[in-house]
């Protein structure tokens, strides 16, 4: 087929990316904006030898679970995919597009295994999927006018689509973005230019304590100091915002580099104590506190993750004797909620400032039975399990990154052969895989349950427990 030429089709699927999926004329067609279950009609951007991109012209029979989408700029901008997919479409969508990848990339025949005693729990949703997040970056730029703007990046591309008022993120944001780039305007201070790798403002993080209701802002900049940052630090301090909510640290990140990286490894403090503080609910009427630094890694959905980290634990099923290893354990948060209930538990993780936030968090949660290692999880845990052969480690829990585990992290586990592995997984693609590796050598997929994580995305948390096979 030809550019630009038209065509019918009816979407059966959607992608990683969050584009309709259907077939026609024997090729695979991937229609942006369609959602499964409509009749559209396409036009075609790119051709491939078995499958071709095309753009959405019009819905022809829209799909029962089509619905308007909320935000505006909804389809300029590249961060939420599923906004014209009903709450109860997505949830559907994510929970088969978790147990397609254990089918198709992990192997796994699932309807035999259920027969056998393997459960699939339902997907943990929200109740209220918008305004979750607690966490933003948002990058900054110029608009033709020469003014300062902040928003998200169009997808596939670096061209900021201008919203300080995003319907996943707190609602402080709004606030704070239209002050800093109010303040940049009249000051003539100039926004970083990626092409040149010229300017003054990269990004502005802002994260918020959902319970504690404070908030943190850190300038992402390209420059030793900020300009009139004094000046800025009274507007900010001075903002008043409808829950009470106050910014309590405010910082800078020094980042020179020509890269995507958004944040610098330097870290210059100007208001507050350098951290927010937050916590969750665990055990009963017990809560776990937690301090938040700039570059800590902080699960965005604070209400799933509670309900994430509780699956763990029940997952876990600890007593109270066990040794568990954390791997990639972050600020402590899975780590805590796992040593309430074991006789000691290990944590590792890469970010040394990370590994200071879980030490500090044990201490203030009174949580001695917990140590923590600075390093990668894939020499970390070999090197200790030489020098410890004899200690027996009866429960590993791992939450890597997108990119799942290594090789050589996936074979010690295996080797020190624990009785449970509780795998926690932003990427289901990874998480197949390595679940794969696994159950070749020594264990069996007894339970899986996704969690809607980030509602209005394609992105799906999703969480395994592994039975060593006696």
């Known amino acids: 087929m030809n550019k630009n030429e038209e065509f019918e089709v009816i979407i059966t699927d959607m992608s990683d990316e969050g584009a309709g999926i259907g077939k026609y004329a024997g090729f695979t067609w991937f229609v942006k904006d369609a959602v499964i279950g409509d009749k559209v009609l396409a036009g075609v951007t790119k051709q491939k030898k078995n499958y071709g991109f095309a753009r959405l012209i019009k819905v022809l029979e829209p799909s029962k679970d089509r619905i308007e989408a909320a935000c505006p700029i909804a389809r300029q901008c590249g961060g939420c995919q599923l906004q014209a997919l009903s709450y109860e479409g997505q949830l559907r969508f994510k929970e088969n597009k978790v147990l397609n990848n254990l089918r198709r990339l992990g192997g796994f025949d699932l309807e035999k295994m259920q027969e056998a005693g393997f459960e699939i729990l339902p997907i943990l949703g929200m109740n209220e999927p918008y305004y979750y997040r607690n966490k933003a970056q948002f990058p900054v730029g110029r608009n033709r006018d020469g003014k300062a703007i902040a928003g998200f990046y169009a997808g596939r591309t670096h061209n900021i689509i201008p919203c300080t008022d995003c319907m996943l993120g707190c609602k402080e944001n709004k606030i704070i973005l239209e002050t800093i780039l109010d303040h940049m305007n009249r000051n003539n201070i100039v926004p970083y230019d990626e092409i040149k790798g010229t300017g003054v403002l990269r990004h502005v993080l802002i994260r918020k304590g959902r319970t504690s209701k404070k908030l943190m802002v850190c300038l992402v900049i390209n420059t030793d100091k900020y300009p009139k940052l ?23 990140s020094v ?90 538990v290990y944590g590792v993780e890469i970010i040394p400032q990370a590994i200071e936030n879980a030490k500090d968090n044990a201490e203030r949660n009174s949580m001695d039975n917990t140590e923590f290692f600075v390093g990668k999880a894939e020499e970390v845990l070999p090197e200790w399990y030489k020098k410890n052969p004899d200690e027996k480690i009866d429960v590993i ?72 096979v006696k």
């Not at 066990?322 to 000691?344: H, M, P, R």
């Open 230 to 252: 004094s000046e800025l630090t009274e507007l900010l301090l001075s903002l008043k915002f409808e829950d009470g909510s106050s910014i309590a640290s405010i910082s800078c």
């Open 255 to 344: 980042n020179k580099e020509k890269t995507n990286v958004i944040m610098g490894a330097k870290i210059r403090n100007v208001y507050g104590p350098g951290y927010i503080e937050d916590s969750i609910s665990c055990l009963e009427d017990k809560k776990l506190s937690f301090r938040i630094s700039p570059l800590s890694f902080y699960q965005v959905n604070p209400v799933q993750m509670e309900r994430l980290y509780k699956t763990a634990l029940d997952f876990a099923e600890l007593s109270g004797t066990e040794n568990v290893w954390d791997l990639y354990c972050g600020i402590g948060t899975i780590s805590l909620f796992l040593a309430q209930k074991a006789k000691k």
């Open 397 to 468: 829990v791992v939450d890597p990154p997108r990119k799942g585990c290594d090789e050589a992290c996936l074979k010690t586990m295996a080797e020190m052969s624990p009785e449970k592995i509780v795998y926690v997984s932003c990427d289901s693609a990874t998480l197949a895989r390595d679940l794969k590796f696994l159950c070749a050598n020594g264990y069996e997929l007894k339970k899986v349950r996704a969690c809607d994580m980030f509602p209005q995305t394609v992105h799906v948390e999703c969480i395994a427990l592994l039975q060593r």
